[in-house]
């Protein structure tokens, strides 16, 4: 039962343009979300996250939204840049502080020059 | 924020060996996290190392497959047990700093069974 999910398998957007990356959830437990960043060969870095006491996060080109009664959250990344092609998670928390993430299975991102 | 060294980054191995994979961290962490990503998958937890006490596994996951050690607050192990081309895979350890769930990864370690 994949209780993340990130319908988007990949992903292509052009260089300067907005990056928008999907994620869907289905455990109303989760109360806290996390976008991470994979390249080849390295393991996922923190990228942004959000609390479900809020709708929006902001930090610097990276914008999560989340709609807890759509279950839903987004990466918005502005102005693209070919240095953000890489694999992009979602993850959850249940119970802020319990540390165990549920991840969804990613989305590859290919920023065209 | 935390270093993690993981090692090795990758291998090759014969089905019914053992390999076992270790992670470094720069800094003192009560619990460190092992997981593990299936071609095409997502990152699914295998179990959480506790120092201190054994470690606490997740559903599908057994000790006997995955025995974890964690001798001291920086240092702990997983090894692979009776390797089958099934547990082909990415395995990737995990702390967590802070209070914000940030949590941090090894480079990871790509492990081909043949």
């Known amino acids: 039962d994949q209780q993340v999910k990130q319908n988007s398998p990949s992903l292509s957007v052009q260089e300067g343009r907005i990056s928008i990356l999907n994620c869907d959830y289905t455990n109303s437990m989760f109360d806290y979300f996390l976008w991470y960043k994979k390249y080849p060969a390295e393991g996922p870095t923190f990228l942004i996250s959000i609390s479900s006491i809020k709708d929006k996060n902001e930090d610097g080109r990276f914008t999560v939204f989340l709609n807890k009664s759509a279950k839903h959250l987004s990466l918005h990344i502005v102005p693209s840049q070919p240095g953000d092609s890489a694999v992009y998670f979602c993850?959850?928390?249940?119970?802020?502080?319990?540390?165990?993430?549920?991840f969804g299975t990613g989305t590859r991102l290919t920023i065209i020059p | 924020s935390a270093v993690i060294s993981q090692k090795p980054s990758r291998d090759i191995c014969q089905r019914g060996t053992s390999l076992t994979i270790q992670c470094q961290v720069d800094s003192q962490v009560t619990m460190m996290f092992w997981y593990r990503q299936q071609p095409g998958q997502s990152l699914t937890l295998i179990a959480t190392a506790n120092q201190g006490s054994e470690a606490t596994y997740e559903s599908g996951f057994v000790i006997d497959k995955f025995p974890i050690s964690r001798p001291n607050l920086t240092f702990s192990t997983l090894t692979v047990s009776n390797m089958s081309p099934e547990d082909s895979s990415i395995y990737l350890c995990?702390?967590?700093?802070?209070?914000?769930?940030?949590?941090?990864f090894g480079q990871g370690t790509r492990l081909t069974v043949v």
């Open positions: 995990s702390v967590v700093t802070g209070r914000n769930t940030e949590a941090f």
């Open positions: 993850a959850a928390v249940t119970n802020f502080g319990n540390e165990k993430l549920t």
